[in-house]
């Protein structure tokens, strides 16, 4: 049974909760703490798996509640559900929350999001996976484009839409930044998967003080070269698969949704290299040496692999499920039926591009079999005729020759 800690300094508000989620008494154990001092005294006896809090409180407030629980207990799952916008504290909070919720909450998503959180904790598969998910919210981004970002924020010419596209270029930042356009913080009426009207949403105030926050926690990160991982080769292999995911016929889903999670479809590369980077390491000398894919060589070493840690991210921080899903199985999609009239849809869109994001730059001639890519699943779409062509218009598009 999950043990969920709700943290309130208004009584009513507690009670309210209290009532609201009883036909959940069955599912989980609830409790329930007036101030964060309360909270952390219960949580020194019974064991929480996550812990949703007011922002703000008398004392400690939800943002110092948060971090305290993080550095103690970094397995626990941290929401906020806050009653008012404070982009100060909003702030502090979110290198330490999963998840933002805007009171009032309406309880299917007040369920949804505690039930995201514990689906995480039961699914995830080893106590390390789940310690870098927990710690991932302080992933600072790289200053190069931090600097960029603040120089163009302070350039009164520089448009929202030349802010987007410099966010585009940076796979954390961009991430970050939808991960506080989807939050509840900014109360949007559908989930947002382009970063210009994240920003737009966002504005250049917070996100001025976003990128700052994000340089600074740098500083206290330092991460050191991994062997036989280049940060530059892993940014130019999502940025040509997000190009060659906007071009692919694909049935219903939004370019802006391709190309976002071709974008991020590795990103759990990074995850592990900042935060277990000595597995990490091993990992990539063992793809190295024995010439296996990078993922069959983390599984070995870590029992996971990027892609689970990077979807198991994005799913905490908000992502469409569509993305979620497509990131999980980029390596092994799940199988296909039929190829649709409509084209390709998000998995095969991601797997696909990948696949030929790395041909680009395999150095092999355009007759050697194609690496990376599910044969058998590219003949159930019924798309291994299209492929060769595909193969050539991406080593074009990538600037490479055949
Ligand atoms: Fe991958
Ligand atoms: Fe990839």
């Given at each position: 049974m999950k043990k969920i800690l709700f943290v309130d300094d208004e009584p009513q508000l507690l009670e309210g909760l209290r009532r609201l989620l009883s036909p959940q008494r069955k599912d989980w154990d609830m409790r329930f703490a007036a101030s964060g001092e309360a909270a952390l005294a219960v949580m020194e006896n019974t064991e929480i798996d996550v812990v949703v809090t007011d922002?703000?409180?008398?004392?400690?407030d939800g943002a110092d509640l948060l971090t305290r629980v993080h550095h103690r207990y970094p397995n626990v799952m941290r929401i906020v559900l806050s009653g008012h916008f404070d982009v100060e504290a909003g702030l502090r909070a979110v290198p330490v929350a999963h998840q933002f919720l805007m009171k009032p909450c309406d309880p299917f998503k007040l369920k949804a999001a505690i039930e995201c959180s514990s689906q995480l904790h039961n699914f995830l598969p080893d106590e390390n996976t789940r310690r870098v998910i927990s710690a991932i919210g302080s992933r600072p981004s790289p200053p190069a484009i931090c600097s960029t970002l603040i120089q163009a924020i302070n350039?009164?010419?520089?448009s929202l839409g030349m802010i987007g596209e410099i966010v585009d270029r940076d796979v954390a930042l961009s991430a970050k930044v939808l991960q506080l356009a989807n939050s509840a913080f900014f109360s949007l009426p559908h989930t947002v998967t382009d970063v210009r009207p994240a920003l737009a949403v966002i504005g250049i105030d917070v996100l001025k003080q976003l990128v700052l926050s994000a340089a600074i926690l740098r500083q206290f990160h330092p991460r050191r070269p991994i062997q036989s991982f280049s940060v530059d080769e892993f940014e130019l292999h999502a940025r040509t698969s997000a190009q060659i995911a906007s071009y692919l016929?694909?049935?219903?889903?939004a370019v802006s949704l391709r190309v976002m999670t071709a974008l991020l479809h590795d990103v759990g590369k990074l995850v592990l290299a900042s935060y277990l980077s000595e597995k990490f390491e091993r990992a990539c000398g063992i793809s190295g040496v024995e010439k296996c894919p990078l993922h069959l060589a983390e599984r070995e070493v870590l029992g996971t692999s990027h892609a689970e840690v990077g979807a198991h991210l994005l799913n905490l921080w908000g992502l469409p499920r569509a993305a979620v899903d497509a990131i999980a199985a980029h390596h092994r999609p799940a199988p296909a039926t039929a190829g649709s009239e409509h084209g390709l849809d998000l998995m095969a869109v991601v797997h696909i591009s990948s696949a030929l994001a790395h041909d680009c730059f395999a150095?092999?001639?355009?007759?050697a079999p194609l690496g990376q890519v599910d044969d058998d699943y590219l003949r159930r779409l019924g798309v291994t005729p299209q492929m060769g062509s595909w193969r050539k218009a991406a080593r074009d598009a990538a600037g490479v020759s055949p």
């Open positions: 922002m703000r409180m008398p004392g400690m350039d009164p010419d520089s016929p694909a049935d219903v889903n150095h092999t001639d355009l007759a």
